[in-house]
Nanobody
Framework: DVQLQASGGGLVQAGGSLRLSCEAS????????IGWFRQAPGKEREGVSSISISDGAVWYPDVVQGRFTISSDKAKNTVYLQMNSLGPEDTAVYYC????????????????WGQGTQVTVSS
């Protein structure tokens, strides 16, 4: 079974930083695209970053560009999301997900989802 274990959420003050981790198992990690999505109360889910493990191609929407950085560690089958300059608008449950570049980036409907980790940014 594919498992995606997200961790690293928490409470941080505005302007602070957090690093989320997503450890993957049960899939061909090197052939996967891993994405981070978030959903705030009352809002639709949105993608915030993705990385193609095979070639390192990354994607960010404008709303997090320059503040969030995604990276991967193939030896640990883990993807990280470094989040800097956080603001209250970044408060959400963050999910990691996996699939192909097509399903994760183009369709924003990954094949596999992990459990979420709560990120709360206080003003």
């Amino acid at each position: 079974d594919v498992q995606l274990q997200a961790s690293g959420g928490g409470l941080v003050q505005a302007g602070g930083s957090l690093r989320l981790s997503c450890e993957a198992s049960g899939l061909r990690f090197d052939d996967s695209t891993i994405g981070w999505f978030r959903q705030a109360p009352g809002k639709e889910r949105e993608g915030v970053s993705s990385i193609s493990i095979s070639d390192g191609a990354v994607w960010y929407p404008d709303v997090v560009q320059g503040r969030f950085t995604i990276s991967s560690d193939k030896a640990k089958n883990t993807v990280y999301l470094q989040m800097n300059s956080l603001g209250p608008e970044d408060t959400a449950v963050y999910y990691c997900a996996a699939g192909s570049t097509y399903t994760v980036v183009a369709l924003q409907t990954p094949d596999y989802w992990g459990q979420g980790t709560q990120v709360t940014v206080s003003s």
